[in-house]
């Protein structure tokens, strides 16, 4: 019975890991994608005319600063809140987009998608964590597994063994390590912002 409650603890670790890893690979994809799509619409603002091409071109870096502000990266100056700077830029993108009817298709679909990737990354930062529910029915049968081994232990005159401890150790330290996975940017485990702090460094040099 000892053996199944750990074999089963065993078993909903290894799922619960998968679900927090996922996540993680998520989370870091959506980083290059975000980055990739303002790289792209920094490039396409420059097929736009004055004075919107200056001012898209202003808003993205902005955004990109707010961007890794966002992810705890710190800022040299308070700026616009991320909703503000895409209203802004859907702004100009509607001014342009009526001037020009047809015009620049292209252009829109890039400012449209950076809104959207926003949207993404919320999602899977703040709203893709492992449910309350789940984590306190995996807390209770790793209570009752080590409890069991712990008693199993006793009566077989083995509590002292160096082995219950290490089992219980193992098991401990996998947990910390999904619990750190899933709790983006507060653990030791976090995704790497280098995508968007390159992109924030190109376009500073692009600008002079």
Known sequence: MVGALLGLLAFILGFTFSIAADAYKARKQAVVDEANAIRITYGLAGMIPEPHRTE?????????????????VERGQEGH????LQNQLWAQAVVV??????GF???????DKV????SVRVMFRERSQIPVEYQVVLL????LAHAAMGYHAGVAGTARSPVVLAVAITFSLVMMLIADIDTPGKGFIN??????????????????
């Open 81 to 84: 809140s991320a909703k503000e």
């Open 105 to 111: 298709d292209v252009f829109l679909d890039s400012v």
């Open 56 to 72: 898209v071109r202003k808003i993205l870096r902005e955004y990109v600063e707010e961007r890794l502000q966002w992810t705890g």
């Open 97 to 102: 987009g009526a001037q020009n009817p047809g």
């Open 191 to 208: 995704v790497s912002q280098q995508a968007m702090i390159d992109l924030r460094d190109s376009l500073n040099k692009l600008k002079h």
């Open 115 to 118: 809104i959207e990737l926003r």
């Open 140 to 143: 209770l049968i790793a209570i």
